[in-house]
């Protein structure tokens, strides 16, 4: 398109946008912008999908722009700053000054107020994130993300009393969505679990399930089976270490979720030579692009396994995390150790392994996404966990003196000496503020976000035993494969 044709750009710029081919639609809307910059609407399209291409710094520019001329509901553009701050970028005080920036301009902003909620409850921030949530449920007294979040908190919330009485009253409501309903009932299942009340509590986790439709997304086992087949007959030799240090060294946290990924992460965060990068989707994002996926990283030439390296480490860059132990906790990287240690030949990972049924119960009682589709039942989880055992298997008989297993349940029972343990794998010296990880206020985007603000505790070893008849099919095949005694 020319200059004398701007209409046509436009429509152009937003037909690659509706089909999805951001790279093509982000040129479009940068010539669109060039001839007339006054377009606020075109200016924030550029920031979504600058974002959607990861060029994060480049998305906040455009959604200044947006500000700067006087966009329609510029609380929105704040939220959305807000989101690639904290999610993103992990700058998490730039990310509340926009949340705030918003709720200024609209007090009765209910997702900026939930974002600030959310965004206290991953600095460890109690009274903010009450206060976030009370606000928000003084405007939709039955809003489900806020009072399931509000719920989860226990004890912390001096509204917790109420809480099951609250949460069964707002699912009697007849508009509420099956999204919000899964999200209540979730919400429902953790209390009743609290309170003792196993069967009903096991029963509301399946209902939950079922209303977030992640029971119909059928887990395909036989293509799992396939995929670790497939790593385990690739990658067939180690990767030798390489004389040639990053000044950034990643250290990577793999294993089953709820396998005690988090608490791992928030033990090392206190260490004042390590940093936290969260659960990135930078291993699985670079995996996702190679063709065939893995053999060709079998064979690719060390310029190639380079490059992957630099785009790994250039996106840590723009998290201002350029040198030291930076951490990567993301769990289904078991999948990626070949690719891995292909990348970063000198990589350290640490592998948590825990009592295989209170994965599945803990598992169960979570609202995960319903790509993960292996989360459907406890069958199911149980297969995941016998291939993610199969597979870690192989890997540290490749690299056994760089992957170092972790047991929950040790960890818990003794852990000053696996803490030390750890730290020496990781060629660190012994820090006592790693015992003390629970007072740290650094970011957490997880689940656990509460648990890991506490003490160590053994609350949750053995829960399981709760739910014994409800997790016979599990374990049964957990049985088989000799990944438990009884």
């Not at 608490?263 to 990135?280: D, K, P, T, W, Y």
């Not at 690719?300 to 790994?312: K, P, T, V």
């Not at 319903?370 to 291939?387: F, N």
Request: charged residues 25%.
């Amino acid at each position: 398109m020319t200059k004398a044709d701007p209409n046509a750009l436009l429509a152009l710029a937003a037909g690659l946008r509706a089909q999805g081919r951001v790279r093509e639609a982000i040129a479009a809307y940068e010539e669109v912008l060039k001839q007339n910059p006054s377009l606020t609407d075109s200016w924030y399209n550029l920031g979504l999908l600058r974002r959607r291409a990861g060029l994060h710094e480049a998305a906040l520019g455009a959604y200044d722009e947006a500000l700067a001329r006087k966009v329609a509901m510029p609380e929105e553009v704040h939220l959305n700053r807000a989101i690639i701050l904290s999610d993103d970028l992990r700058r998490p005080d730039e990310a509340r000054r926009d949340l705030v920036a918003a709720l200024q301009l609209n007090p009765a902003y209910v997702p900026a107020m939930l974002n600030l909620g959310n965004l206290a409850e991953d600095l460890g921030q109690v009274d903010e994130a009450i206060s976030a949530y009370e606000r928000v449920l003084a405007i939709q007294p039955h809003h489900a993300v806020a009072l399931s979040r509000l719920s989860g908190m226990g004890a912390l919330w001096a509204g917790h009393d109420s809480a099951m009485t609250r949460l069964r009253k707002a699912l009697s409501g007849e508009s509420t969505s099956a999204g919000d309903r899964a999200t209540l009932l979730f919400a429902l299942a953790q209390r009743l679990d609290a309170s003792g009340q196993f069967e009903a509590a096991f029963d509301k986790a399946s209902e939950a399930r079922a209303a977030s439709g992640a029971s119909s997304v059928r887990y395909d086992r036989s293509a799992m089976e396939r995929r670790v087949a497939r790593q385990r007959e690739t990658f067939t030799t180690a990767e030798p270490a390489s004389p040639i240090r990053h000044a950034l060294e990643p250290v990577f946290i793999v294993g089953m979720f709820r396998s005690g990924s988090t608490l791992m992460e928030q033990i090392l965060s206190a260490h004042e030579s390590v940093r936290s990068a969260g659960e990135l989707p930078l291993v699985p994002k670079i995996a996702g692009l190679l063709r065939p996926y893995p053999m060709i990283v079998a064979g690719a030439a060390r310029a190639q396994l380079d490059r992957l390296a630099g785009a790994y480490i250039a996106e840590l860059d723009k998290m201002s995390l350029v040198a030291g132990v930076v951490t990567d906790k993301r769990p289904d990287n078991f999948e990626h150790v070949g690719l891995i240690k292909r990348m970063f030949p000198n990589a350290r990972i640490l592998y948590m392994r825990r009592h295989p049924l209170d994965i599945c119960v803990s598992t169960h009682f979570l609202h995960v996404d319903s790509s993960l589709s292996w989360a459907s039942s406890p069958p199911d989880i149980a297969h995941q966990i016998i291939q993610c055992t199969l597979l870690m298997e192989h890997w540290t008989h490749l690299y056994p003196n760089d992957i170092l297993t972790v047991d929950y349940e040790r960890l818990l029972e003794e852990p000053e000496g696996q803490i030390r343990e750890v730290l020496s794998f990781l060629g660190l010296p012994w820090s006592p503020a790693c015992l003390a990880f629970h007072t740290s206020r650094s970011q957490v985007r997880t689940a656990s976000v509460w648990q890991v603000r506490e003490p160590l505790h053994r609350r949750s070893v053995a829960r399981w035993r709760n739910y014994e008849k409800k997790l016979e099919g599990a374990t049964a095949m957990l049985r088989s494969a000799g990944l438990i005694d009884r």
